[in-house]
């Protein structure tokens, strides 16, 4: 079993040292395992939270609604924005496994659902919109494009100059080695969406090879697959030197930790965002949940998890909130930790949008103490997978939920597919949204 509340102390020097870490690890907690098939039949047991048969429902769980968050709240919160205060992390590394088809940013409906994908990941011929009659844009681009087109109307509404506010923004774009490339001309191609490129950081996320168990002694095996350790290592790879980078002039300004953790001392919060949430195509900046977190920010929490509802006519595997009597505490565990649970089991799931109010505390954390490091087998190979959510283990966390709770809504398999495509034709209906792209871009979309 593996307690997220009792971390794994990890190198984060270099790859080197992180790559030493893994086995060392592997060494210590699986020295009564002779061969990784009997790891593999293992895996769960391997993983489980340590106290799954004493969990409760998750209690004392804040409202956000009209009551909770007033209008100088709300202010507060669009002021912050303005002001470029807010760190905005999109995480765009994820490969889309359960659609087939890489990785998610460079996803463009028009040239990758052909009726034959649509047939294979919807099991139907019969679709509410045709991806043939989108417009020729990836879910990364359209996913920049909200930003921007909400951060404008935010200033208007405010009386500001949009394009000042827009180039304000912070942005670290996190992609994977096999997409940097072109999710770098995607920004350079589109005039950087209108932000500042002094202020659009970038970070790729290392893949590693598998560990392999060789007469007993665990071994880095350079002839397995490369495969991402998951997001928890990203969150541990952005505290490392050199690996957040801007471009200059074509070339990358890669920032030391120092000087990264200096810019982040500027922010008031930091958002993650996933790339496949659907939601953000219809509004991207989330007044009301930002205005709550800073304000749970104000009373010591160091991160804001939101919950949504499972979906009961579509239950999936995720984030569970529970509450551990023995921490005494509500907890988010990861899927991987929960054993033989069945979705429909879970009651909150975690919609996957974390704040971090004063985010240097949080990365110095989480630099400073690591991860705790669950681990897969695939292809016969080891390969861990840590957790970024596991953070509320270790910082004072606060989570949320809308008064009208809804089901979870993001673009991971055939199931949500249909939903993808009419938020996407949603987006490009709207009126004067795709002359402003244009416009801003100097594209013709």
Partial sequence: MLDPSKPTQI????????????????????????????????????????????????????????????????????????????????????????LGLGTKYLINPRLDLTKKVMLEITGTSSWPVDPMELRSMSLGRRHMLQLAWDLSKLAKDMGKDPAKVIKSQHLLVIVNEASVTAVELDFMEAN?????????????QKSFHGLDLRQGKWVYDLSSPLRLHNHGQMLLQTTMDNQVYRKDAGKNERLPWPTYRNLLEKFVDKISFNIEDLDYLNQSLDLPGLAAALKLGAEGARMVMEV??????????????????????????ESFQLAEVDNSDIKYLNKNINHYPQPVEALGTAREQGLSMPLAIKDGRLYFQPVQGDLNFLLPTAFLRRKNIKPISAWKSGANTFAALEAMAKQEARKGFLTWASDLTGLNL
């Fill in 308 to 333: 949504v509802a499972n979906d009961p006519d579509n239950p999936q595997k995720g984030g569970a909130l529970v509450y551990d009597p023995k921490l005494k505490r509500n907890v988010m565990i």
């Fill in 11 to 98: 190198d984060l020097f270099d790859f080197t040292g992180y790559i030493e870490t893994c086995l060392a690890l592997a060494s210590k907690r699986l020295k009564d395992y002779a061969f990784i098939e009997k790891i593999a039949v293992a895996e769960d047991e391997l993983n489980a939270y340590p106290r799954l048969d004493k969990l409760e429902e998750a209690a004392d769980i804040f409202v956000l609604d009209q009551e909770s968050i007033s209008g100088k709240d709300l202010d507060k919160a669009a002021q912050a924005i303005l002001a470029g205060k807010v760190l905005l992390e999109h995480t765009c590394a994820g490969e889309a496994t359960r």
């Fill in 192 to 204: 950087f969406y209108g932000f500042d490129p002094a202020k659009v950081l970038f970070m790729v």
